[in-house]
């Protein structure tokens, strides 16, 4: 073959495989509270192996922050741009011993991240390479001469603490056995923000000549070693390290399936390979800067849940049981405070494949802790966050038209769950009262009851879709709790007590949060709370306010009054006026002016948050990315529209910020955003057409997006 022509279709074929992976930019959110992290993953991937900057403390939640350049090490699991502290298994820190005090610093110049790899320089002038497969961690280590050494710390982990000097540990009970020079498993069970215990099997491709086990401190249970390594091959050293929530046996058939050689680039082609079947689902006609921060959205999403079943379907689940999962699939990480807003409805369009498998996870749950989960980690539930929002996922999911579980038992889970009380669930009081009295509750008084009120309409609608009427006149009656607490005088939400009485002093802009400001309101204030029932009961609200009119104008003042300050701990993050998109509450308040008198200004707003609080830098992401609900709302943004209730199965139409956009859908088909003859840099009303049909309600279906077709905006004249 001419040698030029072989050239060209190299070039070809490493063209059209690079595609969209290319527009990640693993760094953004990880300067500032974004709390994401550069190391690799697979798409809902059981191991994170990334660098750790500091074990502890709210601004290194995920292990990491961009600015520092001291590295303690690198684990092997975390958390995506979340608030608390978890995870970070198994810390390995490579070591030139002639330059040991320089072992924990690094050259900021030489970090490479990239989907499926990340890499750095140490200042000892040991080089680190990362990637992975879905439970398999890969290390590869360059030294600057044929010896080494390798600190493997099992105590190590992503505290959920936030002072230095605290004593608390991590791992309360370990086994661990050195089984031969190259290969070290065990379990170590750990108490953090959940118990949970797990497996590993850390094995390296050459064997090191001594270990030194590390003296413990009196609140430490699992060791530490330092690993000896003379004569390494090339001066590289190979390590992996497979996880189970099962056994040591199951860590090493994870282990055998998915890495049974040595070969680190063919882990990281596979790794990408694997991105690029999500990250190719959507593309766009943008600017490259617009696409870096698009596509990194859509990776962060779908960093999440984590499949933590092993090879053969096995998991332990939150009864501490080992069972088998159906398709092989058992999800946690599972943020379902922040997720069922946006990130879960996204999901059913982008990897539709998955949602069977998650909602007959939480459904299994039920089954063992008795209510549906509010927050898992690692198959356990944290608790965090209010209300019982796995109820409008299951929902959505059967709105939508998934049937991979049984509905009957999914209505019972859902009733249960809303009637027999459980942590921040007390339903004798919420019923006996119509809302939860702030005298009654140590906070979040209206919080809770706003959101249980949603949960009590989807209730209300699955029983409506599987035929049980009694269920759905009860629910529908609890959905309207909510105006047992408002206040006609101030016109908002407010805490009331159990004799009736209203909470004083009463100040909308104070927010509120259990952790350092408690009060009624959960991470926000009582304007921010204000829009919760809107997810529902849109009519609902603006009866309660006099009409449209005064609809209007209340959303004009929401986004026209000032805030007392910017707190980011109590969820005030990236504000305009009183919406904080830094948190999720407001997420869906923007697209409420498509029911309101101005259409035209929540356009105008969902382009300042797109072009405030949206970079493709390190801190272009403003506020907790909490699991991808962040980036679910700027993809939805960007394609122009978002699921105001999350559950009805219908989007509220916004303002694309894009040329085009294109979603591959299943049975191939695709469904196209168009902007033809509208201006995304200009704030108009303007019409919609779907397949050539004008679009005369601001909303379109999700049966609509995936039956596929055009959806094409224009300008109005």
């Known amino acids: ?81 979340t608030g608390i502290s978890e995870m970070g298994d198994i810390l390995l820190l490579p070591i030139n011993p002639k330059k040991e ?41 360059h030294f600057p001469e044929n010896e080494g050494q390798v600190l493997v710390d099992l105590q190590h982990g992503l505290r959920f603490i936030f002072d230095e000097n605290d004593p608390k540990g991590l791992v309360i009970e370990s086994e661990v056995k050195i089984e031969n020079n190259t290969t070290i498993s065990g379990y170590c069970s750990t108490q953090n923000w959940v118990n949970r215990k797990y497996f590993f099997v850390l094995t390296f491709d050459q064997a090191f000549t001594k270990y030194n086990k590390l003296d413990q401190k009196e609140n430490e249970k699992a060791p530490k070693y330092v690993l000896d390594f003379l004569l390494l091959k090339n001066k590289h050293l190979k390590v992996k390290i497979a996880l189970s929530s099962v056994s040591v046996q199951g860590a090493q058939r994870n282990l055998n399936a998915e890495i049974p050689h040595w070969d680190f680039e063919n882990v990281y082609q596979n790794n990408l390979k ?81 949602i ?40 959505s999911a059967y709105q939508n038209g998934f049937r991979g579980f049984d509905a009957q038992e999914a209505l019972k889970a859902m009733v249960v769950t809303s009637t027999k009380s459980h942590i921040h669930s007390n339903w004798e009081l919420y019923n006996q009262y119509g809302y939860y009295p702030f005298d009654k509750l140590d906070n979040e008084s209206v919080s809770r009851t706003l959101e249980s009120g949603y949960d009590d309409w989807c209730v209300a609608e699955m029983a409506k879709k599987t035929g049980n009427k009694e269920i759905e006149k009860i629910f529908t009656n609890r959905s309207y709790y909510y105006r047992n607490i408002y206040d006609k005088v101030t016109t908002f939400f407010r805490g009331k007590d159990s004799q009736g009485n209203w909470r004083t002093p009463f100040n909308p802009l104070m927010a509120t949060s259990p952790m350092n400001n408690p009060g009624d309101y959960t991470e926000a204030n009582a304007w921010q709370y204000f829009w919760t029932p809107t997810q529902y009961d849109i009519d609902g609200v603006t009866e309660l306010l006099g009409g449209k009119n005064n609809f209007t104008q209340k959303l004009n003042d929401f986004f026209n009054t000032k805030a007392i300050q910017a707190d980011k701990f109590l969820g005030q993050e990236a504000l305009i006026g009183q919406y904080a998109h830094g948190n999720e509450p407001s997420h869906h308040i923007i697209y409420l002016y498509a029911f309101s008198n101005e259409p035209q200004k929540g356009q105008y707003y969902i382009h300042q948050v797109i072009n405030e609080f949206n970079h493709n830098t390190p801190d272009g992401m403003i506020g907790n990315d909490d699991c991808g609900q962040m980036s679910a709302w700027y993809i939805f943004a960007t394609l122009g529209f978002y699921p105001v209730n999350p559950a009805n199965g219908v989007f509220v139409l916004g303002s694309p910020q894009v040329k085009k956009a294109t979603i591959q859908l299943p049975n191939n088909k695709t469904f196209t955003v168009d902007t033809e003859n509208f201006s995304t840099k200009s704030i108009y009303n303007h019409i919609r057409f779907l397949n050539g049909h004008k679009i005369t309600q601001p909303e379109i279906s999700y049966q609509s997006i995936m039956n596929g077709g055009n959806l094409t905006f224009y300008m109005s004249k």
Not at 108 to 123: D, M, R, S
Not at 363 to 380: K, M, N, R
Request: aromatic share 14%; charged share 15%.
């Open 101 to 141: 005090k320089q072992k924990n610093c690094y050259y900021k110049n030489t970090e490479i991240g990239k989907v499926g790899y990340y890499a750095l320089k140490k200042k000892d002038d040991v080089k680190v390479e990362l990637t992975c497969s879905n439970r398999v961690a890969f290390h590869q280590y």
């Open 274 to 354: 694997s991105w690029e079947k999500y990250l190719n689902k959507i593309n766009i006609v943008a600017p490259n800067n617009q696409k870096e921060i698009f596509y990194t959205s859509l990776y962060h999403l779908l960093l999440q849940p984590s499949n933590i079943a092993d090879v053969d379907g096995k998991y332990r689940g939150v009864d501490d049981r080992i069972s088998m999962a159906a398709n092989l699939e058992y999800y946690s990480t599972l943020s379902i405070w922040d997720i069922f807003r946006g990130a879960f409805p996204l999901l059913q369009i982008v990897a539709p494949e998955k």
């Open 356 to 395: 069977n498998g998650i909602v007959q996870t939480m459904l299994i749950h039920y089954q063992a802790q008795g209510f549906l989960p509010i927050w898992t980690v690692w198959g356990q539930d944290n608790y965090c966050m209010i209300g019982n929002h796995a109820i409008p996922m299951i929902l």
């Open 1 to 81: 073959m001419n040698i030029k022509i072989l050239f060209l279709l190299l070039c070809l074929k490493t063209v059209s495989f690079a595609q969209n992976a290319r527009y990640v930019n693993v760094f953004i959110g990880t300067d500032g509270t974004g709390h994401t992290f550069p190391g690799p993953s697979m798409p809902f991937g059981m191991v994170q192996p990334g660098p750790d900057n500091k074990s502890y403390g709210w601004s290194h939640t995920s292990g990491y922050q961009y600015k520092d350049t001291h590295i303690i090490g690198f684990s092997i699991t975390r958390l995506s741009g």
